[in-house]
């Protein structure tokens, strides 16, 4: 039929979609279903012989209409239902729409000519397994392990035959470098990682997030949609309830993942999921075989030794040193820090806590240097309270 609106579905990042709209002129769709309530609620008297005050619009064809991946939640769910029948009724020349879900790409198939098109993610290359390989060590001290099986397992998403996902466990004690580690993998390929906390969730609101529930509600699969990066974390897996292993079959399988509102193809990126199980049998036995076996790879990061424990307290005073004030440099030697800190490597091995007892070290002396300098007054009130 001449006149027939074409679609355009968009598949990616929301600044790629943005960018892909370009400049020119268009309308948001929720800006014409809002207008379009409206009018439904007035009521105009038109007195013949008298000129309305709000003529109706002569209906000019709205050229490019744009909805956006968080504009579905302000629909009605009878709109997403009856999605083709609004858009035959706006009948705009060309219907631009970010992220949609799939009910909605479906019904515009069918009814419309419809192309889709999918941002490319950063990939993974042999550029980016050198880059790897030659800035390890200036992002973690020790896991040399790690480093050598991370490489290996990233070796597939390099070739051009890879087409579903690679999908990872790191395991090992807390605060040794995992999330350290998968965002240090992502930024060589760029792109704000997607990563979510798997603890953050309660048990109901966690169903919703993984099965899906109304369009109003934050989804996994939006969250997959809409993400920029080539790395998906998933931090701390070991914290979801085993009733929702089954959730990650198909991702992991081939790279799929449909919840009730949205379908999500995520071709070979790169999954990493976290967890502080302490060995592979653990592992096993917490997922289930089923679970388990979809892993590519479990990578185990181990506790660090004392002298790497040393290395790091070395480089946490020097990064936190470098951030100071002249006025306080000269109140603070590094040396003398580091060998009040030392003993510490007896005591802690999670990285996370040897940052914070650093900070309130440097904090200490820097407090007592200044309080020094400025002779204490005793006033009558801390007389009385002491
Ligand atoms: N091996 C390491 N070398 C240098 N810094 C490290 C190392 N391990 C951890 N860190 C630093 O310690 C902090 C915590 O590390 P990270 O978040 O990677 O821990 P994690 O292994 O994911 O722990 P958790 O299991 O508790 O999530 C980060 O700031 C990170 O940069
Ligand atoms: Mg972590």
New binding site residues.
């Given amino acids: 039929m001449p006149g027939d609106t074409t679609v355009t579905i968009y598949y990616g990042p929301l600044s790629w979609f943005k960018e892909r709209l370009g400049k020119k002129k268009h309308s948001g769709l929720l800006d014409i279903v809002y207008e379009r309530d409206e009018a439904n609620r007035r009521h105009t008297h038109v007195v013949e012989g008298q000129e309305s005050s709000t003529p109706n619009a002569p209906a000019r064809r709205t050229k490019r209409v744009v909805a956006e991946s968080s504009d579905y939640a302000s629909l009605n769910e009878h709109v997403i239902t009856n999605f083709a029948g609004l858009i035959r009724s706006i009948n705009p020349n060309h219907l631009l729409l970010h992220n949609p879900p799939a009910n909605m790409h479906a019904q515009l198939a069918r009814a419309l000519p419809t192309t889709v098109e999918r941002y490319d993610y950063p990939a993974m290359t042999r550029d980016t397994l050198v880059q790897f390989r030659d800035g390890f060590s200036s ?5 040399a392990a790690v480093k050598e099986s991370l490489l290996a397992a990233l070796y597939p998403l390099t070739t051009l035959k890879r087409t579903k996902p690679v999908v990872l466990m ?1 395991y ?12 240090f993998v992502n930024g060589l390929l760029g792109g704000t990682l997607l990563r979510k906390q798997f603890s953050m969730f309660h048990n109901d609101k966690f169903a919703s997030y993984l099965f899906g529930g109304t369009h109003s509600e934050s989804s996994f699969a939006r969250d997959l949609l809409d993400r920029e990066s080539g790395v998906i974390l998933i ?2 897996f070991d914290k979801a309830n085993s009733v929702f292993h089954s959730a990650f079959y198909q991702l992991f399988d081939g790279g799929v993942f449909e919840d009730k509102n949205y379908s999500v193809r995520i071709g070979p990126s790169l999954i990493i999921c ?3 199980y302490g060995t592979e049998d653990e592992i096993r036995k917490a997922l289930g075989d089923a679970l388990y076996s979809r892993f590519d790879s479990l990578v185990y ?1 181990k506790p ?1 030794t004392k002298p ?1 424990i040393k ?2 307290i070395d ?2 005073v020097d990064d936190r040193y470098g951030q100071l004030s002249l006025d306080e440099q000269a109140r603070l030697t590094p040396t003398e820090l580091k060998s009040v800190l030392y003993p510490l490597a007896d005591t802690s091995g ?3 806590k ?2 914070k007892l650093v900070e309130e070290v440097i904090s200490l002396v820097l407090v007592r240097a200044i309080l020094s300098e400025v002779p204490a007054t005793d006033t009558p009130n801390t007389k009385d309270r002491a």
């Fill in positions: 992002h973690l001290v020790g896991q790191f090992g004690p807390s605060g040794v470098g995992k999330t350290e580690t998968a965002h931090d701390e976290t967890s502080n990061f660090l790497e290395q790091v480089r946490l999670n990285v996370r040897l940052g």
